[in-house]
């Protein structure tokens, strides 16, 4: 028979006819009910056998009554309900977010249409009043005027090109943040909590638009100068032929046309876009030691503690960290021993063996700067790329995530770039650190 109700108290999916006595006992009908669930056994403590009811905030994970008396004892707990109220609190609070973000760019597509019209009017208006001027001179002007209409139409295509570039970007982060949304509200109508919080800490976070500010709201104006230009060239040229002279030249003026947001240059540019990173516990090797708020790993002899987590890596002494990065980032990293690999990663990219595939730089998931007292190498899919430069204890990163700019940088009293990446980034990246030996530090700095 097909189950038509699962029961979180029972921890059992009923068909219709054994359904009936959670609506006929009383004790039964205090019982919650939800939709067919084939995950009703990730609702029991895999240690006690009891069903988890409880949220430990300090380790953030559902657990039992009695995890509260032994490794989870003096840590923060909180009903599952109550933590998954305030989660759906703030996940209403990130979907109108969302909501306004695309109000606010749908407006600006439209405005960049607006644009594209009035470049193409602009332009067209531009050619007839060229030619209406050229038609006054002589068969000697005419190859020129062919001149003037043919910049005027390369420069039209230039403009509309970039112009509808930004619009192609805008709508794409539109069509992102309609799919963000989507799973939001699928998220919020969870109605097992443990679920629920399950899969709470893997939504992304809302990154900031990197297009809608480059977008020029002026007047639309764009060929008036061309036939103001074309204009007084008439009157030149006439003086000019009165005095039998037959050389002149053409300059078209430049044309305002969109910009996108240029890519730094300086320090005090990339800090703008400065990032904090902390690291994510339970993503760390074992024997990685995080603190200075889990801005700092160092690879240890012993082992630490970390309880048992799927997003663990089970081989490498590697750790992820907790923001998924979007946009344009930048951060810094201080290091100290014999050498470590400075990465970002999909947070897809396996944890479990020794294999390349969870190892940083030796798959398609993973780009990665290999640091150590004399040299660096790039290395990504399992190809490595010798980089030049000076060797530095501080690496910087410049990450554009729409623009697939990747940048890694040797920091001291200047920026020197040592490798630049140009590729398409299909989903968030997550900052990666890889330690090599005993005593090696990684620590993710304030940048100043």
Not at 170 to 185: F, G, H, S, V, W
Not at 252 to 275: G, I, M
Not at 361 to 386: M, V
Request: charged share 30%; net charge neutral.
């Amino acid at each position: 028979m097909k189950a038509v109700k699962s029961c979180l108290v029972c921890l059992v999916s009923y068909c219709e006819n054994h359904l009936q006595p959670h609506y006929d006992v009383p004790g039964l009908k205090k019982h919650k009910l939800v939709n067919p669930s084939k995950n009703l056994q990730e609702n029991i403590c895999s240690r006690h056998d009891e069903v988890m009811k409880i949220f430990c905030r300090t380790d953030q994970q559902c657990i039992c009554y009695l995890c509260t008396m032994d490794e989870h004892k003096g840590h923060e707990t909180v009903p599952a309900a109550t933590e998954r109220a305030e989660k759906q609190k703030k996940l209403q609070e990130s979907r109108q977010q969302i909501h306004q973000r695309i109000q606010d760019q749908e407006k600006d597509v439209k405005l960049l249409q607006q644009e594209v019209e009035a470049i193409n009017v602009s332009a067209d208006k531009a050619v007839e009043d060229s030619e209406k001027i050229f038609t006054e001179l002589i068969r000697l002007l005419q190859e020129r005027s062919s001149d003037v209409k043919q910049q005027i139409r390369s420069q039209q295509e230039t403009e509309v090109s970039r112009v509808k570039d930004v619009q192609e970007k805008l709508e794409q982060e539109i069509t992102e943040l309609k799919r963000k949304d989507a799973e939001l509200e699928q998220l919020s109508h969870t109605e097992d909590h443990n679920q629920f919080l399950l899969n709470y800490p893997s939504l992304p976070a809302l990154s900031e638009s990197t297009h809608s500010s480059s977008i020029n709201k002026h007047p639309l104006r764009h060929f008036e100068d061309v036939t103001a230009a074309v204009s007084e060239l008439r009157d030149k040229l006439l003086d000019i032929l009165r005095q039998k002279k037959t050389k002149t030249s053409l300059t078209v003026t430049n044309v305002d046309v969109l910009q996108l947001e240029p890519e730094p240059k300086t320090r005090q540019d990339f800090l703008k876009y400065s990032k904090e990173i902390t690291l994510d516990s339970n993503t760390a090797y074992t024997d990685l030691l995080l603190s200075e708020g889990n801005r700092k790993t160092t690879l240890m002899k012993q082992q630490q503690s970390y309880p048992n987590h799927p997003e663990r890596f089970t081989y490498y002494d590697q750790v992820l960290s907790s923001e998924g990065l979007t946009g344009r980032c930048y951060w810094e990293v201080e290091w100290k021993g014999e050498g470590f690999r400075l990465a970002v990663a999909y947070r897809s990219i396996r944890r479990e063996g020794g294999s390349d595939e969870s190892a940083f730089g030796r798959n398609n998931k993973s780009w990665a700067l290999r640091c150590d007292k004399k040299s660096y190498q790039f290395w990504h899919n399992n190809i490595e790329t010798p980089v030049s430069g000076p060797v530095s204890s501080r690496i910087g990163v410049y990450l554009d995530h729409i623009e697939g700019i990747l940048c890694f940088y040797s920091v001291s009293e200047t920026m020197t770039l040592l490798h630049r990446v140009q590729t398409r980034f299909t989903q968030p990246l997550h900052v990666g650190v890889w330690l090599f030996n005993y005593g090696t530090t990684a620590e993710f700095i304030k940048a100043k």
